[in-house]
């Protein structure tokens, strides 16, 4: 990851999540709500940063019936993100379960 631009990268990514979320968003017409997808975003990310990667991905499996499709492509974009920066996420196919590797959690 050396000498890669990280404001690139995290455009990159966040791109990429947005549009997977968006697409299971959909309002009357059958086009991306943006209202819901940034509101699902925003929520899913607020968890993230004060309760961390486990308590994020417990959040996303917990959503209901209207949120269930776009909170599995966050799950998927997510586990996939860590992937590329964690070998854990890459052997163990549950997010719950690589969350939890102590060199994922933070002690607490």
């Given at each position: 990851m050396s000498g890669q631009n990280l404001d690139r990268l995290c455009a990159q990514y966040g791109?990429?999540?947005?549009?997977?979320?968006?697409a299971e968003f959909k309002d009357?017409?059958?086009?991306?709500?943006?209202?819901?997808?940034?509101?699902h975003i925003?929520?899913?990310?607020?968890v993230l940063q004060e309760d961390g990667v486990y308590a994020f991905f417990i959040?996303?499996?917990?959503?209901?019936?209207?949120?269930?499709a776009g909170a599995a492509?966050?799950?998927e974009k997510a586990h996939g993100l860590l992937?590329?920066?964690?070998?854990?996420?890459k052997s163990q196919s549950d997010?719950?379960?690589?969350?939890?590797?102590?060199?994922?959690?933070?002690?607490v």
């Open positions: 791109y990429r999540i947005c549009q997977a979320v968006a009357k017409d059958g086009k991306p709500d943006k209202a819901k997808t940034e509101n925003t929520k899913s990310l607020a959040y996303l499996f917990s959503r209901g019936e209207r949120e269930r492509r966050l799950r992937a590329e920066q964690f070998d854990i996420f997010s719950l379960l690589a969350a939890r590797h102590p060199g994922v959690m933070p002690l």
